[in-house]
């Protein structure tokens, strides 16, 4: 079973609800009518199609969506040329990343070149939120477009003003990662410029690498930066320490540069302050995910093993429960206290999302997509199938992946975790136990109302042993 990954505060429509937009038939004929055309691209990113509202909770509020009203669509097929889609597009991922898009339906607004000038999200009952994020967008559409204002800087790198222009457009879109930018940025401050403690906020809103010369910089005025880790709200010092964190080590994984990718984990670490084993915890999944992307099996085994054990294995099943249960409960605060908040658990949600739509039905509320099955488990089980991908054939490797997996099992019976353990099994000799264990994967996966497809096709392979 390939890596699972838990899906975290999602926005979501229950309806099609641009399904009176005339929709291009794919991106790439959205972008080519808009090359002729001269208009822009709305790209409407929604999730897939839900049965019955109902389905989620008795309580909430149904209502037609404003996106349908006949001059929210009028002035919408005036001014762009829309793309209507689902976040399973895979044709649109590479947007969906660009844009930081993390929130659905998401409404996304393209220049013939793809580039993101304007991004908006969520449903309304109102028709002025549509009509107001076309005006605001075509606003936009007549700034400077990023990719002439990245030529302006390549032709004179040491303009401060075109430097800000730039990370200023960049962050308007959701564009978190400006940390190079941020380096040429201070290159041409004075030290007195650090002095300024909007500066210093400015220097931190940017993501600037851990080992960066912006970050050793700020940190000659070490008042002004506790400063803003004391008074800033905590939403954004955590937005804050995720970029600075997330930036340095894509950038360390890129260069395989070890050197960064530590430093980026001491971040990580120190964020944590006080709380050693939480820091340690946070040091040494950063480092995994590093040697993880730069291939290097050796270090990332070693540390595997040191981390799964120290942080998963010692602690009981029902300690685990009990923690994820405090857990869950300290993330319920919405960051829009003026919304109604409903849990979904992935498991109800993904067996919605296999159902036919229901026309025109919505929510204002908004939907927090978790799992309810364990995090714990989530992480144990993705550690173990990723040492049955790296291929390793040593019995002890294989013998603590068999053991995190029964244990993400034990914490969440699902069939894609049953699944990695037959693999395991089958790797390690033992072909009986594995046929069994898939064929439990099988059932488990009709329970969950899930296509069995893939997993009766490896059950064949277990069992004429040609896995």
Same mark, same amino acid.
């Given at each position: 079973?390939?890596?699972?990954?838990?899906?975290?505060?999602? %926005?979501?429509?229950?309806?099609? $609800?641009?399904?009176?937009?005339?929709?291009?038939?794919?991106?790439?004929?959205?972008?080519? #009518?808009?090359?002729?055309?001269?208009?822009?691209?709305?790209?409407?990113?929604? &999730?897939?199609?839900?049965?019955?509202?109902?389905?989620?909770?008795?309580?909430?509020?149904?209502?037609?969506?404003?996106?349908?009203?006949?001059?929210?669509? =009028?002035?919408? *097929?005036?001014?762009?040329?829309?793309? =209507?889609?689902?976040?399973?597009? &895979?044709?649109?991922?590479?947007?969906?990343?660009?844009?930081?898009?993390?929130? $659905?339906?998401?409404?996304? %607004?393209?220049?013939?070149?793809? *580039?993101?000038?304007?991004? +908006?999200?969520?449903?309304?009952?109102?028709?002025?939120?549509?009509?107001?994020?076309?005006?605001?967008?075509?606003?936009?559409?007549?700034?400077?477009?990023?990719?002439?204002?990245?030529?302006?800087?390549?032709?004179?790198?040491?303009?401060?003003?075109?430097?800000?222009?730039?990370? +200023?457009?960049?962050?308007?879109?959701?564009?978190?990662?400006?940390?190079?930018?941020? *380096?040429?940025?201070?290159?041409?401050?004075?030290?007195?410029? %650090?002095?300024?403690?909007? /500066?210093?906020?400015?220097?931190?809103?940017?993501?600037?690498?851990?080992?960066?010369?912006?970050?050793?910089?700020?940190?000659?005025?070490?008042?002004?930066?506790?400063? $803003?880790?004391?008074?800033?709200?905590? #939403?954004?010092?955590?937005?804050?320490? /995720?970029?600075?964190?997330? /930036?340095?080590?894509?950038?360390?994984?890129?260069?395989?540069?070890?050197?960064?990718?530590?430093?980026?984990? @001491? $971040?990580?670490?120190?964020?944590?302050?006080?709380?050693?084993?939480?820091?340690?915890?946070?040091? @040494?999944?950063?480092?995994?995910?590093?040697?993880? &992307?730069?291939? +290097?099996?050796?270090?990332?085994?070693?540390?595997?093993?040191?981390?799964?054990? @120290?942080?998963?294995?010692?602690?009981?099943?029902?300690?685990?429960?009990?923690? *994820?249960?405090?857990?869950?409960?300290?993330?319920?605060?919405?960051?829009?206290?003026?919304?109604?908040?409903?849990?979904?658990?992935?498991?109800?949600? +993904?067996?919605?999302?296999?159902?036919?739509?229901?026309? /025109?039905?919505?929510?204002?509320?908004?939907?927090?997509?978790?799992?309810?099955?364990?995090?714990?488990?989530? =992480?144990?089980?993705?550690?173990?199938?990723?040492?049955? =991908?790296?291929?390793?054939? @040593?019995?002890?490797?294989?013998?603590?992946?068999? !053991?995190?997996?029964?244990?993400?099992?034990? !914490?969440?019976?699902?069939?894609?975790?049953?699944?990695?353990?037959?693999?395991?099994?089958?790797?390690?000799?033992?072909?009986?136990?594995?046929?069994? &264990?898939?064929?439990?994967?099988?059932?488990?996966?009709?329970?969950?109302?899930?296509?069995?497809?893939?997993? #009766?096709?490896?059950?064949?392979?277990?069992?004429?042993?040609?896995?």
């Amino acid at each position: 079973m390939k890596t699972i990954f838990s899906i975290i505060a999602l %926005f979501i429509s229950l309806s099609g $609800f641009a399904q009176d937009l005339k929709s291009s038939k794919s991106l790439r004929t959205a972008l080519s #009518q808009s090359a002729e055309t001269d208009k822009p691209v709305l790209l409407i990113v929604n &999730t897939p199609k839900l049965a019955s509202q109902k389905d989620l909770t008795a309580n909430a509020k149904v209502f037609k969506s404003a996106l349908t009203e006949k001059d929210v669509i =009028e002035k919408i *097929e005036q001014n762009f040329k829309v793309y =209507e889609t689902t976040m399973m597009d &895979t044709s649109i991922r590479s947007i969906i990343r660009s844009g930081n898009i993390k929130r $659905f339906p998401a409404y996304i %607004f393209l220049r013939q070149s793809k *580039e993101i000038f304007f991004s +908006d999200f969520g449903n309304s009952t109102d028709k002025k939120k549509y009509l107001l994020m076309v005006d605001n967008a075509l606003a936009a559409y007549k700034e400077e477009p990023i990719a002439e204002l990245e030529k302006d800087i390549e032709a004179d790198g040491s303009n401060i003003s075109l430097i800000k222009k730039l990370i +200023d457009s960049r962050k308007k879109i959701g564009i978190t990662n400006n940390a190079d930018l941020i *380096e040429k940025y201070v290159n041409n401050l004075k030290i007195s410029d %650090f002095d300024s403690y909007d /500066n210093i906020r400015y220097i931190l809103e940017s993501g600037p690498y851990a080992d960066g010369k912006a970050y050793r910089l700020i940190y000659n005025n070490k008042k002004l930066v506790d400063s $803003f880790y004391k008074n800033e709200p905590l #939403q954004k010092r955590v937005a804050v320490n /995720n970029a600075i964190i997330s /930036n340095t080590m894509i950038a360390a994984a890129k260069e395989k540069n070890a050197a960064r990718a530590m430093a980026g984990a @001491n $971040f990580a670490r120190s964020s944590w302050t006080r709380d050693y084993r939480a820091g340690d915890k946070a040091y @040494n999944n950063q480092m995994l995910w590093y040697y993880y &992307t730069v291939k +290097d099996t050796a270090s990332y085994m070693r540390s595997a093993l040191y981390f799964y054990d @120290n942080h998963y294995m010692n602690v009981s099943a029902d300690s685990i429960k009990k923690i *994820e249960a405090r857990n869950h409960k300290a993330t319920m605060p919405s960051p829009f206290p003026d919304k109604q908040v409903k849990m979904v658990s992935k498991e109800k949600m +993904d067996s919605l999302m296999r159902l036919p739509g229901a026309k /025109n039905v919505t929510t204002q509320s908004i939907f927090s997509v978790t799992s309810s099955s364990s995090n714990y488990a989530m =992480e144990l089980n993705n550690a173990a199938w990723k040492f049955y =991908e790296i291929g390793t054939k @040593n019995i002890n490797n294989l013998s603590k992946a068999m !053991l995190w997996s029964r244990r993400s099992i034990e !914490l969440a019976p699902l069939s894609g975790y049953y699944d990695t353990l037959a693999h395991i099994l089958y790797r390690m000799g033992y072909y009986e136990e594995a046929v069994k &264990t898939q064929e439990t994967a099988i059932e488990k996966g009709k329970q969950e109302k899930m296509s069995v497809t893939n997993l #009766q096709s490896e059950l064949k392979k277990i069992k004429s042993k040609s896995l």
